[in-house]
């Protein structure tokens, strides 16, 4: 197993699901800045008002602060990850063939069957796969906008050791 396979494989999920992922990152980006802000913790805000009360009990001052501190740095960390996947799915949107390269080259060949938007293949070990090539993000490569009936046979190249990435051959047409 490599591990350029398993980064691909990883960032070919955003890249096969680039609408949902530009809304579900775009939104999902302020919740996360927000919550990363150094005054939002947990209890901050009745904190604050039992400290302007003389209501706050100073026994445990600074309890809590080292794990505000691994909470905000943790928001953070998930914020600029999905900052990743917007700009991955954006990329993808537009055409850029993010991972279909590296799965065109590095893949394994199947025969499949298109059904829609759904792509069966059964892989060298056996076992069959279906999943999804949508309409705004297609797994095609290297003609991206290539036509497949949807009834026909097909040629898919996918990753060994992680089937769910694969691209469909738009250079073998139908078989």
Excluded: C
């Excluded at 949902?20 to 150094?38: E, K, T």
């Amino acid at each position: 197993m490599s591990i350029l396979d398993t980064l691909i494989w990883l960032v070919n999920f955003p890249a096969s699901h680039g609408y949902a992922m530009v809304f579900i990152g775009g939104f999902s980006i302020l919740g996360l800045f927000a919550m990363s802000v150094r005054g939002d913790v947990p209890g901050g805000a009745l904190r604050r008002i039992r400290e302007r009360e003389g209501l706050l009990r100073e026994q445990h001052p600074r309890r809590g602060e080292g794990a505000a501190r691994v909470m905000r740095l943790g928001f953070r960390v998930l914020a600029f990850l999905m900052i990743a996947n917007v700009v991955i799915g954006v990329l993808s949107l537009t055409g850029v063939p993010v991972t279909r390269a590296y799965i065109y080259e590095h893949g394994e060949r199947a025969s499949a069957t298109l059904d829609g938007d759904w792509v069966t293949f059964t892989t060298h070990e056996g076992v069959e796969y279906t999943l999804e090539s949508n309409f705004f993000t297609p797994a095609v490569y290297p003609d991206r906008d290539a036509y497949f009936p949807s009834d026909g046979q097909i040629s898919v190249r996918y990753l060994k050791d992680h089937p769910q990435a694969f691209v469909i051959d738009s250079t073998q047409g139908r078989r």
